[in-house]
């Protein structure tokens, strides 16, 4: 069982921006893909973006393409989210994901761990 925990959410004013950071326990986090979900209240969950194994390929919602970047250092253990331009439809918990495999997925079944959450939220 990996343990993942998600830090680096807060209050910021739209436009603005924060770096979410998810790091996960266990040796073979460099075996794995990750990724980032979020929900926001009274909606489900849905996902935001997946970065493979190695780091090499990367996946986005369409509504976070080109404000949003992820990363990761398997060095350290742990996944990024940068988040720039930020919008208030972006409050939302965000929690990342331990994908199954080693490919970038969109689906939440594919994830098998998943973190405690971190509160965004983004005022007008």
């Known amino acids: 069982q990996v343990q993942l925990v998600e830090s ?67 060095a350290k253990n742990t996944v990024y989210l940068q988040m720039n331009s930020l919008k208030p439809e972006d409050t939302a918990i965000y929690y990342c994901a331990k994908g199954e495999d080693s490919i970038v997925a969109t689906t939440l079944s594919y994830y098998d761990n998943w973190g405690q959450g971190t509160q965004v939220t983004v005022s007008s």
Do not use: H
């Open 8 to 74: 680096g959410g807060g209050l910021v004013q739209a436009g603005g921006s924060l770096r979410l950071s998810c790091a996960a326990s266990g040796r073979t986090f460099s075996t794995y893909a990750m990724g980032w979900f979020r929900q926001a209240p009274g909606k489900e969950r849905e996902f935001v973006a997946s970065i493979s194994r190695s780091g090499s390929s990367t996946y986005y919602a369409d509504s976070v393409k080109g404000r949003f970047t992820i990363s990761r250092n398997n």
